[in-house]
C-alpha cells in the first residue's frame, strides 16, 4: 500500500463505489439484503486477518475502550444503510441509489448545524438547494410506481453514515488505513446477525447459490470492502480531504455509465438533470467545506 499513490487510491475507490451499487443489483434477487453483507463482511475480515497479523492491528481491534466507536463505525456506517439500499435496489436503479446518495451532503449539513451548532453559509444553502432540486427530479419521474418507494428508501437511510463518520473521527489518529477498514467489516457483523435472526423468524431467509450471486459476493468481500475501503481511507490520510471528496463525489457518472451499458437502466433527460444538479451542488457544498478546512490549518 506504501507504494500505491494517494492519486491512484482515490481514483481505484471512485471507481469501486461506482461498480458496487451495478454489482448489488444483480444479487438482490437471489438473496436476502442482510444475509449478503454479513457474508461480504466474513469475506472481507478474512482477506483483513494477514494483514491484522502483521501490523498488529488485533490488538487495537479488541482495545475495550474503543468498542462503542468501532460498533458504531460498522453499524451505522456499513449495517443499517446498506442494508436498506440493496433492499431498495429490488425497486429502483443503480443510477438512482447513486444520485440519490448525494443527499447526504445535505444530512451533513443539517446534523452539523443541529449537534454542532455550525451554521451553514450562503453558498452551503445554495448547493444544498441544488441537490434537493437533483433529488426531487429524480422523485417526480417515479411518481407513484414502486421505483418511488426504493428511492425514498435510499433518500431516508443516509443520514446514517453521517453519525458513522462522527465515530470514525474518535478513533486514533495513528490507527493504519486498512486497520479502519477492517474495524468497519468486523463490527458491522453484530447488528448483521441480529437483522438476519429478525428476517429469518419473520419472513424467512433467501440464498440462491447462483454463479451470479457468488461472484458478487465475491466482489462485494474482497474489492469492495476490503480493497475499495482500504485505499478510500488510505487517499484521505495522504491528500487534501476535500480533493478527495471532490473526486468520489463524482462517481455517480460511472455507475450511470455501467448501467446504461449493462441494461440495468435508460439515458433519459430527467436521470441526466437530476445528475447535473446533484452533483453540481454536491461540489459547492464540498467546495466550500474544504476552503474552511484549509483555512483553519
Not at 483483513?48 to 468501532?70: A, D, H, I, M, S
Request: glycine letters at 8%.
Amino acid at each position: 500500500m506504501k507504494k500505491l499513490s494517494p492519486a491512484v487510491a482515490i481514483w481505484l475507490a471512485w471507481f469501486i463505489t461506482a461498480a458496487n451499487l451495478v454489482v448489488a443489483k444483480y444479487a438482490v434477487p437471489y438473496v436476502t439484503s442482510a444475509l449478503f453483507l454479513f457474508f461480504s463482511c466474513v469475506g472481507a475480515v478474512l482477506c483483513f486477518v494477514p494483514y491484522l497479523n502483521r501490523t498488529g492491528g488485533w490488538k487495537l481491534l479488541l482495545n475495550k475502550k474503543l468498542f462503542w466507536q468501532y460498533l458504531g463505525l460498522g453499524t451505522l456506517g456499513t449495517a443499517l444503510p446498506m442494508t436498506v439500499f440493496m433492499i431498495a435496489l429490488n425497486y429502483t436503479t443503480p443510477t438512482n441509489g447513486a444520485i440519490l446518495n448525494q443527499f447526504e451532503i445535505v444530512y451533513s449539513l443539517l446534523l452539523a448545524w443541529l449537534l454542532l451548532g455550525e451554521r451553514p453559509t450562503l453558498k452551503q444553502l445554495g448547493g444544498s438547494v441544488l441537490v434537493i432540486a437533483g433529488v426531487t427530479v429524480l422523485l417526480w419521474q417515479a411518481g407513484l410506481s414502486v421505483q418511488l418507494k426504493g428511492d425514498l428508501m435510499i433518500v431516508g437511510c443516509l443520514w446514517m453514515f453521517q453519525l458513522s463518520h462522527i465515530f470514525a473521527k474518535k478513533l486514533p489518529a495513528a490507527m493504519l488505513p486498512g486497520q479502519i477498514a477492517a474495524a468497519r467489516a468486523l463490527f458491522a457483523l453484530p447488528a448483521l446477525f441480529l437483522l438476519i435472526i429478525y428476517v429469518a423468524c419473520t419472513q424467512g431467509l433467501m440464498f440462491v447459490p447462483t454463479p451470479a450471486l457468488w461472484g458478487t459476493l465475491a466482489f462485494s468481500a474482497a474489492i469492495n470492502y476490503f480493497l475499495g475501503n482500504t485505499v478510500w481511507y488510505y487517499a484521505i490520510r495522504h491528500m487534501a480531504l476535500g480533493k478527495a471528496t471532490a473526486i468520489i463525489l463524482s462517481y455517480p457518472v460511472m455507475t450511470f455509465v455501467l448501467s446504461v451499458l449493462l441494461g440495468l437502466d435508460k439515458l433519459t433527460l430527467f436521470k441526466i438533470l437530476g445528475l447535473i444538479l446533484a452533483l453540481g451542488g454536491a461540489y459547492i457544498v464540498t467546495g466550500t467545506v474544504g476552503k474552511q478546512g484549509d483555512a483553519a490549518k
